[in-house]
């Protein structure tokens, strides 16, 4: 069908973005997260570098965007792509 041949041209922007690493926080983040708040890195059970960028996804696996680890131990988004009204 055609939505195939058009599926076929489009790429997720988390698969854009994937020689960042993948990280995903716990449920208990995701109230900082849907209102645009740096999330800590005790959220995350990753090991993290500060000022390395990091795709983030939410408790349920939901990818939200580009976040980068401040000297503080925030995770910072950079760069939000998800509709955090949805997530």
Known sequence: SQSDAIDEF??????ILSSYKKIKTTTKA????????P???SFVSD???KGDKYRLYNGSDIFIGLYVLD???FLKPELVLA???EV
């Open 10 to 15: 489009i790429i997720k922007p988390d698969e």
């Open 47 to 49: 090991d993290l570098i």
């Open 39 to 41: 999330v800590h890195k």
């Open 71 to 73: 000297e503080k131990g």
């Open 30 to 37: 995701d109230k900082f997260i849907k209102n645009g708040n």
């Open 83 to 85: 509709d955090l009204s």
